[in-house]
């Protein structure tokens, strides 16, 4: 009798761990809503309390997105969260590329395809490659992980199953990354754990030309755009295929984005100014116009530079703070040619200015 009891047990404790193991496994069976529960806010909904929430966004991006315009529905959530979001997404110590893997992992064991793919859009733009971001849904023993990508992929699952960073993990991390950063690791895991949470059992759907999850065999080079500008003084540069062209300001030749808002870069040609034309001084004047439309501008470095032709430039990094509120590092580079200022301007959130020295390095003027 006990024998066929514990029989029983067995086949019990069987069933029920391949049911849930089945429902709560990373695999496609997991339930995930297709339309909201609670459905974001369109503009003309938004109170005086949201529309002042949601500006800083809006003026940055040209739009709000679902997450932010379901979010807003309760205002004192959405402030108190921005303000920790902006810091994890924009003022931590982790290079944006190290996040970047740690979200994009943390999103795929939520099964969260709008997380994913708004961070595959903000992964490209700092770096990320297509494969890449396929190989993240494959873990940390996939090929091709340097042991610290590995380990980042790693604490991330550790995270994820047990609450909980090993001792193997942390020591591989701590070769790298000083206390902060460490502490970031745990935090920016944390806080898109809860933000894949909200997003799967809000409901929220992604925007049209949001990707979802990366298929088996669709992982490619991230392709490139040639600008040609006929002059004078003609150039040409090349910039990711996931950037869009955006409307031209006064003097611009060139803007264009990331599909998210950021990184974004626009290139200028005007005649120099007769006081304060040179190209020494361009980094003061380009500051005040960021003044325009930020706070705390900041000119942290300028130094000569070359293009690719070998022509002089001088390069300065500008450190400001868009609407008061999201931190920006801007690369400005002015060249003049045949009596004309020509500037580029990159903007990015968070400190790697890489994606955008990358676009540089393809500048070439005829």
Not at 305 to 314: C, I, M
């Amino acid at each position: 009798m006990r024998s066929r009891r514990s029989l029983f047990l067995i086949v019990l404790v069987l069933f029920v761990a391949v049911t849930f193991g089945i429902a709560y496994g990373q695999d496609s069976t997991r339930i995930r809503l297709k339309e909201p529960r609670i459905a974001p806010l369109g503009e003309q909904q938004w109170t005086e309390q949201q529309q002042k929430l949601l500006a800083p966004v809006k003026n940055q991006t040209g739009r709000v997105i679902n997450i932010f315009s379901t979010i807003v529905r309760n205002p004192l959530l959405y402030e108190r969260w921005m303000a920790f979001g902006i810091y994890i997404l924009a003022e931590q110590g982790l290079p944006p590329r190290d996040r970047e893997i740690l979200i994009l992992r943390i999103g795929w064991l939520c099964q969260s395809e709008y997380e994913f793919g708004q961070h595959t859009l903000v992964g490209k733009g700092v770096g990320l490659k297509d494969e890449e971001i396929f190989r993240i849904t494959k873990g940390p023993d996939d090929s091709g992980w340097s042991r610290i990508d590995a380990a980042l992929i790693r604490a991330t699952d550790e995270l994820h199953k047990d609450a909980f960073i090993t001792d193997a993990t942390w020591k591989t991390l701590s070769e790298r990354y000083n206390e902060k950063q460490l502490m970031d690791i745990i935090f920016t895991v944390g806080q898109y754990n809860l933000v894949s949470m909200a997003l799967n059992s809000l409901g929220v759907q992604r925007e049209p030309g949001v990707p979802g999850f990366p298929k088996e065999g669709a992982a490619a080079a991230q392709g490139k755009k040639q600008f040609a500008y006929a002059g004078p003084p003609a150039f040409v540069l090349e910039y990711p295929d996931s950037f869009e062209k955006d409307p031209l300001q006064p003097n611009e030749v060139l803007r264009a984005k990331a599909p998210g808002g950021v990184p974004v870069f626009e290139i200028l040609v005007f005649d120099p100014p007769k006081e304060g034309g040179k190209l020494e001084d361009h980094g003061k004047n380009y500051a005040k116009l960021l003044a325009t439309q930020g706070t705390e501008v900041k000119i942290l470095s300028q130094k000569p530079a070359k293009l690719k032709d070998g022509l002089l430039t001088q390069e300065f990094t500008i450190e400001w703070k868009y609407n008061g509120t999201f931190p920006i590092l801007s690369l400005v580079v002015a060249v003049m040619k045949e009596n004309k200022m020509v500037s580029f301007g990159g903007h990015v959130m968070g400190g790697d200015l890489t994606p955008m020295r990358e676009i540089v390095q393809t500048w070439e003027f005829k």
